[in-house]
T-cell receptor, first 115, second 107 residues
Framework: NAGVTQTPKFQVLKTGQSMTLQCAQDMNHNSMYWYRQDPGMGLRLIYYSASEGTTDKGEVPNGYNVSRLNKREFSLRLESAAPSQTSVYFC??????????????FGPGTRLTVL | DAKTTQPTSMDCAEGRAANLPCNHSTISGNEYVYWYRQIHSQGPQYIIHGLKNNETNEMASLIITEDRKSSTLILPHATLRDTAVYYCIVGGNQFYFGTGTSLTVIP
């Protein structure tokens, strides 16, 4: 099993450009998450999808959109990138849905720089 | 979801036990306590979780106080590879990571 995979690993954008970060998991998990991590900070939740077909805002959703394409894939889109969105983006997944605890498995991250 | 308070940094001698404290005074009855660690800029790695009882696995032990307002992660024999940032998290669907404890294991 590959676990949680993210593409691309690195990306440089100019202000105003758009892009989509891809995330896929092969563990048949129901829930998926997108976080960002700024230098010296902990991770902050952007959006999550408790199950296929549902998405909810997290702590810092402004400037982002998400799509739960199917059970395996959860994408994060920046419509008009800003320098404040320079960060490392992590995707995670968990079994959840009926499971009382929420052990999340994380991908390796995408390092995004917006100039 | 409840938030947590952890010391900013700690040192531990190699081979000794590392005890990492966490306060979560606003935890609600059905919320679990989770511990993760992050080495360099890799994705966080799950360590252990617990609800009321103390828990142990191959990586660590988790001690939760009876009132559930605080917990301690114990790495029984710290190695240099345990140098990392350790996050204590309390929550359900939404995790609040905070800034964690930067643990340095000293040779």
């Amino acid at each position: 099993n590959a676990g949680v995979t993210q593409t691309p690993k690195f990306q440089v954008l100019k202000t105003g450009q758009s892009m989509t970060l891809q995330c896929a998991q092969d563990m048949n998990h129901n829930s998926m998450y997108w976080y960002r991590q700024d230098p010296g900070m902990g991770l902050r939740l952007i959006y999550y999808s408790a199950s296929e077909g549902t998405t909810d805002k997290g702590e810092v959703p402004n400037g982002y959109n998400v799509s739960r394409l199917n059970k395996r894939e959860f994408s994060l889109r920046l419509e008009s990138a800003a320098p404040s969105q320079t960060s490392v983006y992590f995707c995670a997944s968990s079994v959840r849905e009926g499971q009382s605890y929420n052990e999340q498995f994380f991908g390796p991250g995408t390092r995004l720089t917006v100039l | 979801d409840a938030k947590t308070t952890q010391p900013t940094s700690m040192d531990c001698a190699e081979g000794r036990a590392a005890n990492l404290p966490c306060n979560h005074s606003t935890i609600s009855g059905n919320e679990y306590v989770y511990w993760y660690r992050q080495i360099h800029s890799q994705g966080p790695q799950y360590i252990i979780h617990g609800l009321k009882n103390n828990e142990t696995n191959e990586m660590a032990s988790l001690i939760i106080t009876e009132d559930r307002k605080s917990s301690t992660l114990i790495l029984p024999h710290a190695t240099l590879r345990d140098t990392a940032v350790y996050y204590c998290i309390v929550g359900g669907n939404q995790f609040y990571f905070g800034t964690g404890t930067s643990l340095t294991v000293i040779p």
